[in-house]
């Protein structure tokens, strides 16, 4: 058994440099996919987390989940709606991220407060919030803003 060893050195070093130049080459295809994967996995749960928040501050807050944003227009709750609808927005925009299954669950949301993210002075107004509610399926129409009582 020495002998051969001895006989082949040369082919053995010869492969033995072709099995590490495999493995490197390997490793240069599989570790950025292993990276990539690990990334989406962490997307992924941190966006489940948000939406695990979400679903808290909808619970520990019914009256911002069914506020009438017409209504509150003027008064102190303005302010904890519309940090409650930016969360709703940023969950939405991170779950639909996550898997595009997510859009009609989103879109439920979304839609119960058509007037306040269709107001064309407050988020309407904003980049993204035409596009997130565009993946949706929903889109700003007229009766989604808040009616004004005028008197003759």
């Not at 053995?12 to 690990?38: E, H, K, R, W």
């Not at 911002?64 to 008064?75: I, K, N, V």
């Not at 639909?96 to 007037?115: K, N, V």
Request: contains cysteine; proline residues 4%.
């Amino acid at each position: 058994m020495w002998n051969w060893l001895r006989r082949n050195t040369e082919q053995l070093a010869a492969l033995g440099g072709i099995a590490t130049a495999f493995a490197a080459l390997s490793a240069l295809i599989i570790i950025p996919y292993q990276v990539s994967q690990a990334d989406l996995i962490q997307r992924d749960q941190t966006a489940r987390e948000i939406y695990r928040e979400f679903l808290n501050l909808t619970v520990q807050k019914p009256e911002l989940a069914q506020a009438d944003y017409c209504s509150l227009r003027g008064t102190t709750e303005l302010t904890a709606y519309g940090a409650y609808v930016e969360y709703l927005l940023y969950t939405s925009e991170q779950m639909i991220e996550t898997s595009p299954d997510w859009r009609a669950p989103m879109a439920g949301y979304l839609s119960d407060h058509m007037e306040y993210l269709c107001d064309a002075e407050g988020l309407g107004a904003r980049d993204g919030v035409a596009d997130l509610l565009a993946q949706t399926g929903l889109v700003c129409k007229p009766e989604n803003t808040c009616q004004e009582n005028t008197r003759p």
